[in-house]
């Protein structure tokens, strides 16, 4: 993604600020991410065939955790200009802290929004929804895993990767600064490491693993990171962009046509170490990543095109995309509710409808009312423009 | 021969027959207990008269693994383990895992959990073709329905995917056993809940796999609470008690897989 298309993105850290932002590639993508977050959220929705993981190998979470990344380093280069280096690690010690609190507050509201329908509808089995079960019959144990995010809900459990990765951040942030040139290869190391040895965190009380592996994961928020910049493997890739575009679009079309006719190879005949050959999204395994990296190279040079052509979509979408994590938590709480109605009123197209129609015009609402009273003057000056 | 020669002659015979006899009775019963050692009795709050928990369907590839060695590899699919989680906190698998080795002499039962809860069929269905590539089970112990259920996948689509992803693993030399939907009163007269439970039911027949009753097992075990107290039971209380005895059930099915002959075609 060119930097020029991006404008000065610096993520929802830029609390305070005069004026809303114009509408850029990041917030448009971060936006796109969100909206097929939730469509995603809601298993068996009519609409969920329609997002882009039935033709791609990687989904919206690649592309959140990358722009996650991207986001980061365009925030630092802003403290960077300042020479404000204790300022930049404290904002983000600051928003580590506030997406824990943010993930703490939503899996509160996912378990009594179980609860209440279980009892409501005298149905156990919405008690176990999404991993929830142990809350309700191992409450003591559940409680320290929940606040220490050993144990996570099932589509609860991005959040907690984001904030491993946001408290680490100001590790990734200081080797760029004293040692740039170490940042990805250690990132690599890493990756290829845990895939090798299969290293992964574990789950308590509940047996099992992160379904998001922070430590394979770290690499495609480096990633971002890294692209972000306009030195070292950013510049890089904004000099070849066009290159690599031609790389890129075969593997894009091949990878959709893999994934829409399921024509994936035998995971059984790869060769060890097996993770780096097989698909495995926990590990964030090399051929989700090469895949999404490919996709994100079309994305780079089309972006611009696509927003030019569609403005009110790329209006509703950056909107969206600047106030992430209230969209975000709105759209988790949402999604959850929604597959509660889908449950008691049977699920039909009409309805699922209903629920899209409904759930996207919440999640507008809630970015338009964070963005509130700038949202509304920026409204204004548009509408006196297009008046002149 | 002197009287108290033949006698002692008589006695030490007597002796000799009597012990021969409880040693070839001992040596029979080991043998016996060797090849199919019984799975521990179902505790009394599992009881489920007239319901049969498994079927007879033997564990071709789980016996051969235990016959080269030892190891049985268990791969746990579907919804997640955790609402089995005991009052006691001791892990459901890590029951399991303690009673087949007890029920099995000299195996090592290793279970892998990658249970995740409200996952579609479907979904699963790709994630377990990675987890047998890179974990090897001998065995796919796979949770399946609920979710698809709720989410009101339709039922010909769930079917075509369970059988196939069935297919696969049979085809890559791996058994299986389907753990069926769950009892819900509220959801008895369901008809997706019910056409769903019927699909997973279909799909066992017809590839002869292992499938735990469990649906059947929880409605019996609600019928006998309704008995004793003469009311119907608390739904909660009754799923809970299905979760503590669903670890029995699954340690009869499998022992008792391990322990049957493979039926040879005609």
Known sequence: MPRETIGETIGETNIGEAKVREANAVDFWRGFALITIFINHIPGIYFERFTHRNVSISDSAELFVFLAGWGLALMVSRYEARKAHIEAIKALADRALRIYAVHLMLVTIAIALLAAAATTYDNPLLLEWHNAATVFYDPIRAHIGLVTLSYQLGYFDILPLYVVLTAASPLVVMLHWYAPRALLPASVALYVFVLVFRVSIPTWPTQGTWFFNPLAWQLIFVLGFVLARDTGAGAFVRRHINALVKLALPIVIATSIMQFWNLHPDPTGMPEPKLLFVDVKSFQTPIRLLQFLALAAVIAVTSKRIMAVLPPVTRVLSLLGRKSLVVFSVGSVLSLACQVVRYVYKAELPLDFLLLVVGLSVMIFSAWLAEWPKSASMSKTQAGNRIA | ?266
């Not at chain 2, 579907?78 to 001791?90: D, F, H, L």
């Not at chain 2, 698998?93 to 029920?103: M, P, S």
């Open chain 2, 1 to 266: 021969m002197p009287l108290y020669r033949r006698r002692s002659f008589v006695a030490l015979s007597t002796t000799l027959v009597g012990a021969s006899a409880i040693a070839v009775a001992s040596a029979g019963a080991l043998v016996s207990a060797k090849a199919e050692p019984t799975p521990p009795p179902l505790s009394n709050d599992c009881q489920t008269p007239g319901v049969n928990i498994s079927g007879a369907i033997p564990l071709s590839n789980v016996q051969r693994a235990l016959r080269e060695t030892k190891v049985i590899k268990i791969l746990a699919i579907g919804a997640s383990a955790s609402a089995m989680m005991r009052r006691t906190g001791e892990h459901y698998f890590k029951v399991i895992e303690g009673v087949l080795e007890r029920t099995i002499p000299g195996v090592d039962v290793q279970i892998i959990d990658r249970g995740v809860s409200g996952e579609l069929a479907r979904n699963a269905a790709e994630r377990i073709k990675s987890e047998v590539a890179l974990n090897r089970p001998d065995l796919v112990l796979w949770q399946v329905g609920s979710s698809d259920a709720v989410a009101g996948v339709p039922v010909d689509q769930f079917e075509t995917e369970l059988d196939d992803t069935v297919a696969w693993l049979r085809g890559h030399g791996i058994d299986v056993a389907l753990v069926g939907l769950q009892y819900i009163r509220g959801l008895a007269k369901d008809a997706q809940y019910q056409a769903i439970r019927n699909a997973v039911n279909r799909v066992a027949d017809r590839n002869q796999i292992l499938r735990i009753s469990r649906y059947e097992a929880t409605q019996v075990i609600e019928q006998v609470e309704a008995q004793k107290s003469g009311e119907a039971p608390n739904a909660f209380a009754i799923s809970e008690q299905g979760h503590t005895c669903l670890s029995e059930y699954v340690v009869r099915a499998i022992s008792s897989g391990v322990f049957l002959r493979p039926v040879r075609p005609r």
